[in-house]
Nanobody, 120 residues
């Protein structure tokens, strides 16, 4: 069982930057960030494997960077040039099964509690 704890959310003006962190209780094979806005389905933002293969949603490519520090069991999401449409609750997730992509939301087993990001 993997426990995940996110931090770093808050409010920022459009065009600003923010970094989210997620501390895991172990070193999962694959970790990802997902987000959910009111009235919308949860969607994948980015994912990264333990060997640092990463995938990104088209809507965040060039603006968001995902990284992980295995020594610290920590996942990061660096968000730049934030837009109002990035407003959502952001969730950290993890899995140990093969395959690592933000598109496979259903495959992620472990989830954090979420952290609110508001862009105005």
């Amino acid at each position: 069982h993997v426990q995940l704890v996110e931090s770093g959310g808050g409010s920022v003006q459009a065009g600003g930057s923010m970094r989210l962190s997620c501390v895991a209780s172990g070193v999962p094979f694959c970790m990802g960030w997902f987000r959910q806005s009111p009235g919308k389905e949860r969607e994948g933002v980015a994912a990264i494997s333990v060997d640092e293969y990463a995938t990104f949603a088209d809507s965040v490519k060039g603006r968001f960077t995902i990284s992980r520090d295995s020594a610290k069991n920590t996942l990061y999401l660096e968000m730049n040039n934030l837009k109002p449409e990035d407003t959502a609750v952001y969730y950290c997730a993890a899995k140990n099964q093969p395959g690592c992509t933000h598109r496979s939301l259903w495959a992620f087993i472990y989830w954090g509690q979420g952290t609110q990001v508001t862009v105005s």
